[in-house]
């Protein structure tokens, strides 16, 4: 007979073991691992409270991924019972489904994927999970569309046509979802898959409207998408591929009284054959009707084709049939143009080298009361005002912008004027530049003063667009008097701007003292930048510090200085030491300028034991330079030329030069034979 006590114990075993077994029906899921199992997945917390904060932008493709994996969190999963013992009293949430804890998890192991393995695992995953969209809430799988579509997988075409070819279809899935899928074959290039899907959903959209007139159609934005990537094509110059049965009917001249229908079958190109295709789509009612939209093609629309005009257009075609035929429609549809759109003509016409067609554009922009010229206007307008004597006009324009955003917008103002000084320096009026530059940055006039407020302060960005255009012009005295502007008010230095310095001819001990400047601001030099000062060594007639740099490089950059390019630059250095009397001088790779200047990020002593420093220490330049041609060749291996690249036609080249530098004897020329 058993005891009353035994059957307690065994009561209460049995209540421990429903426990386990419930919660084990309650899945959660870690969001940081992704694919491990789920009887370990731990659940998630949730103190994100429903305020009515402006949305926030995702930093990154990844994070926009997660963001919609949770929100898919927040439709499967289930709110337990708060609890003071667990996670500081917040609520905690489980799934009572495995297969919501499935689809969940194989989500997250598609966004924190590092390999291209863990993405076609989660990819089968995901689409066994999904195979019937129909176990899941509409909201879940448009969510996963979403996140596949980001994610750059095909699959997520797959899923969208899963649900629009499902049972008891009664609304058009999510825009958001189905244009997120329409964004991912534009990216990807797939015009004829982007035209299958948008004309799908167009037929769901009409059998939906015929039992429910009050649904509304195709987003608009999906039809811009589509748009988008015809017009992207066009810049592109792809192969033209026409979903037409009659190619002539795509592109009827009839339509927009073009001059010559054979010349616009037999001598347009396929870039104009897409723009041709893109503005009969434009016309009247003919998208609406083909693609179900719920509304006619808007300004975006008409903008997208102008904008891809201006990319197509070049001296000798200015495509203005193509860009009248879209202004006449816009006329006739009752949409006026806006700023965009006078931004995409001025820079079709200055593509096409007809500025005086350019000057008009922009002047009746700015005589519009309706509309205001943006930061893009003025950089159009900057080469054909300076050409047409009208600097004062642009400078105008320059300060109305400023003063209209400093204070408010100054990350507005800076993007700008980086686009500025850019446009300014690459038409070689550097000196206008910099006095656009002095009189927005590094001067404030009084009768500016009090109203500009806070003043955005110049970037690196600024600098070294400025430091460029001196190394295009060569003037070192400029170009050392504002870096030294630069250092003066606390601007950082990067790689691009020890490199610009160093297109300038100037002497070891400068480059020296450069380099010692450049080092006291915690600059990390990238490959270029070494690059650049091998070279300025080899150009000053100090080879021996270009050796020492490259061995700096070598330890610094690791196998990102130690590419061909690399290799070239210091055979280069080597080739100039060979010319006039420094070609009989041995190399003193320990005692040169470089070496000496001594660095607190480097061991000067490890590095003068490598056996680089060995190699080539106490030789002519030429003989350094047949020495390291013969260990590349070779494939010796010392500490840095492990990984030293075979030479290349150049490198050979540059030995050569340092052989011709050196002289043409019976001698030289048996050793250049071998």
């Given at each position: 007979m058993i005891s009353t006590t035994?059957?307690?114990?065994?009561?209460?075993?049995?209540?421990?073991?429903?426990?386990?077994?419930?919660?084990?029906?309650?899945?959660?899921?870690?969001?940081?691992?992704?694919?491990?199992?789920?009887?370990?997945?731990?659940?998630?917390?949730?103190?994100?409270?429903?305020?009515?904060?402006?949305r926030r932008s995702p930093p990154n493709r990844r994070m926009s991924i997660k963001w919609v994996i949770q929100g898919i969190e927040k439709v499967l999963a289930?709110?337990?019972?708060?609890?003071?013992?667990?996670?500081?009293?917040?609520?905690?949430?489980?799934?009572?489904?495995?297969?919501?804890?499935?689809?969940?998890?194989?989500?997250?192991?598609?966004?924190?994927?590092?390999?291209q393995k863990d993405v076609l695992d989660a990819e089968k995953r995901i689409k066994v999970l999904l195979k019937n969209p129909s176990e899941f809430?509409?909201?879940?799988?448009?969510?996963?569309?979403?996140?596949?579509?980001?994610?750059?997988?095909?699959?997520?075409?797959?899923?969208?046509?899963?649900?629009?070819?499902?049972?008891?279809?009664?609304?058009?899935?999510?825009?958001?979802a189905y244009i997120s899928v329409l964004s991912f074959l534009r990216k990807i290039g797939r015009i004829?898959?982007?035209?299958?899907?948008?004309?799908?959903?167009?037929?769901?959209?009409?059998?939906?409207?015929?039992?429910?007139?009050?649904?509304?159609?195709?987003?608009?934005?999906?039809?811009?998408?589509?748009?988008?990537?015809?017009?992207?094509?066009?810049?592109?110059?792809?192969?033209?591929?026409?979903?037409?049965?009659?190619?002539?009917?795509?592109?009827?001249?009839?339509l927009f009284n073009f001059t010559n229908f054979n010349n616009t079958l037999d001598g347009t190109t396929s870039s104009e054959k897409y723009l041709y295709k893109g503005l009969n789509l434009l016309r009247g009612d003919a998208a609406r009707k083909k693609f179900a939209l719920e509304g006619d093609p808007d300004i975006y629309s008409f903008n997208s084709l102008l904008t891809a005009v201006a990319k197509c257009a070049k001296p000798g075609r200015n495509l203005l049939s193509i860009t009248d035929s879209c202004l006449l429609t816009m006329k006739k549809q009752g949409i006026e143009c806006d700023t965009m759109s006078y931004n995409a003509r001025i820079q079709a016409a200055i593509a096409a080298n007809e500025e005086d067609r350019a000057i008009q554009l922009i002047d009746e922009l700015l005589a519009s009361p309706k509309l205001d010229a943006d930061r893009y206007t003025i950089n159009l307008a900057l080469v054909p005002f300076v050409n047409s004597g009208r600097k004062g006009q642009?400078?105008?324009?320059?300060?109305d912008f400023y003063e209209m955003n400093a204070g408010k917008n100054n990350r507005i103002i800076l993007s700008a004027f980086e686009a500025f000084l850019n446009t300014l320096v690459k038409n070689d009026e550097v000196e206008l530049a910099r006095d656009v530059f002095d009189a927005f940055f590094l001067s404030i006039p009084k009768d500016r003063m009090q109203l500009t407020g806070i003043r955005p302060n110049p970037t690196t960005k600024h600098f070294n667009i400025m430091l460029g255009g001196y190394s295009r012009t060569g003037e070192a005295l400029k170009a050392f008097e504002l870096f030294d502007t630069m250092l003066d008010i606390g601007v950082a230095l990067d790689g691009f701007t020890v490199t610009s310095l160093m297109t300038h001819p100037i002497s070891p001990e400068k480059i020296t003292s450069l380099l010692v400047q450049v080092e006291s601001e915690r600059v990390i030099l990238n490959p270029a930048a070494y690059r650049s000062i091998i070279g300025a060594y080899g150009d000053a007639g100090d080879a021996a510090s270009a050796c020492w740099m490259f061995l700096e490089m070598g330890r610094v950059c690791q196998k990102r200085g130690r590419g061909a390019e690399s290799w070239n630059v210091l055979l280069g250095a080597l080739a100039r030491g060979c010319t006039g009397d420094r070609g009989s001088s041995a190399l003193d790779i320990y005692g040169c300028l470089a070496a000496k200047r001594g660095t607190e990020d480097l061991d000067v002593e490890e590095l003068a034991s490598d056996e680089f420093i060995s190699l080539v220490d106490g030789m002519t330049c030429l003989d350094a330079s047949f020495t390291i041609l013969d260990t590349m060749r070779s494939g010796n291996q010392t500490s840095l030329l492990m990984q030293s690249p075979k030479p290349?036609?150049?490198?050979?080249?540059?030995?050569?030069?340092?052989?011709?530098?050196?002289?043409t004897s019976a001698s030289q020329a048996d050793r250049a034979l071998t």
């Open positions: 035994t059957m307690m114990m065994r009561l209460l075993l049995l209540l421990q073991m429903a426990a386990v077994i419930n919660s084990f029906s309650s899945v959660v899921i870690n969001k940081k691992h992704g694919a491990s199992s789920l009887l370990r997945l731990h659940a998630r917390n949730s103190n994100q409270s429903k305020n009515n904060t402006p289930e709110e337990c019972e708060p609890s003071s013992s667990n996670h500081g009293g917040k609520p905690k949430y489980s799934y009572k489904r495995r297969i919501d804890a499935s689809l969940v998890d194989a989500l997250y192991l598609m966004a924190n994927a590092n390999s809430p509409v909201e879940v799988t448009e969510r996963a569309i979403r996140a596949t579509s980001v994610a750059g997988l095909s699959l997520s075409v797959h899923l969208l046509k899963l649900l629009l070819r499902g049972d008891n279809v009664t609304a058009l899935p999510s825009s958001i004829d898959r982007l035209e299958d899907t948008l004309a799908e959903l167009a037929s769901v959209s009409r059998r939906i409207q015929i039992k429910n007139p009050s649904q509304s159609g195709v987003d608009i934005v999906a039809f811009n998408t589509y748009l988008g990537a015809i017009f992207d094509a066009a810049a592109a110059g792809r192969p033209f591929l026409s979903s037409c049965d009659n190619e002539s009917e795509m592109l009827d001249s009839n642009m400078l105008t324009l320059m300060r290349n036609s150049q490198g050979y080249c540059l030995v050569a030069s340092a052989l011709s530098g050196f002289g």
